[in-house]
């Protein structure tokens, strides 16, 4: 273990000693870090924090909490208590176990500025970021306000570095706030998540947006999206420079509809990111 991570461990436990919420499971359970993700943006996931509550309607058919609560009192399953907030301090240091460069999405099974995860915690995820800084790390929220807030709070006058990019997802015109909020926020690299693009989002000011991803909602249940929902997103992106990736139209599975758009695969990386070819092997 390197300094830096007995630092991290040693603000671990206090932060521990101060919240009894905090949960302990095992480093080594399925679910916890995900190497080759199928998610087609991203290389891995990691979740040092699970469980959420829904904002939204984009949230009506959340995937992790549909997992999660499969596993809902299975005894010492690390989705035993199913999408209840659980902050899971033993993984923070996961990003330094892999030494090959990946592009990480942070919290796939949560939202990380939920309300109810201690600012102490957040610290300690940037903290991780921060120093495991030979990969990319996607953090990708709904609370966009809340996002922006704590990044002035701990950047002040200066930048989240390059290689922590800053997301919102949004999936209709009402919540097409959460854009502004991003761009308020001091990130160097900013990108949104459109899906499940659940209607027509209009003109979009894509300012200070380096990178769009769009998909379709899939699973059970799954709401359709009309094809001009999407072609007028990725001509607003070609018109103002901006990189576009079309994740998938969605359906019963994430490929039953494909991914091509009129003919052709969006797999687009903003520029200067040094690991797009990483994610696209
Ligand atoms: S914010 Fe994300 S993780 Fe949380 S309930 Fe909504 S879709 Fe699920």
Redesign the pocket.
């Known amino acids: 273990m390197c300094a830096c991570s007995s630092d991290i461990y040693r603000v671990v436990r206090d932060c521990v000693a101060a919240d009894p919420q905090f949960s302990y499971c095992s480093l080594n359970v399925p679910g916890v870090m995900a190497d080759n993700s199928a998610i087609e943006w991203t290389d891995a996931t990691w979740n040092p924090v699970t469980g959420?509550?829904?904002?939204s309607r984009?949230?009506d058919h959340?995937y992790?909490?549909r997992f999660s609560e499969r596993f809902r009192g299975v005894p010492n399953h690390p989705f035993e208590s199913g999408f209840d907030l659980t902050m899971r301090p033993e993984r923070l240091m996961q990003p330094f176990t892999w030494r090959r460069p990946r592009m990480i999405f942070v919290n796939s099974m949560?939202?990380l500025f939920q309300k109810g995860v201690p600012h102490a915690f957040i610290d300690l995820v940037f903290d991780t970021m921060e120093k495991a800084d030979w990969h990319v790390y996607q953090v990708l929220t709904?609370r966009s306000s809340l996002m922006r807030d704590y990044l002035r709070l701990r950047y002040g006058k200066g930048r989240v570095p390059q290689h922590i990019w800053c997301g919102v997802s949004i999936e209709d015109r009402q919540a097409k706030s959460r854009l502004v909020h991003l761009q308020a926020a001091p990130a160097a690299m900013r990108f949104l998540s459109l899906e499940p693009l659940l209607g027509p989002l209009g003109t979009l000011d894509l300012r200070g947006i380096d990178w769009v991803i769009a998909g379709g909602e899939s699973g059970p249940g799954a709401r359709r999206m009309d094809p001009e929902w999407v072609r007028q997103i990725r001509d607003e992106c070609v018109r103002q420079g901006v990189a576009f990736f079309f994740k998938q139209w969605g359906g019963l599975r994430p490929k039953t509809g494909g991914r091509a758009l009129d003919d052709r695969e969006w797999s687009e990386f903003p520029t200067g990111s040094t690991l797009q070819l990483v994610a696209a092997e």
């Open positions: 959420c509550t829904k904002v984009g949230c959340c992790a909490e949560s939202d709904k």
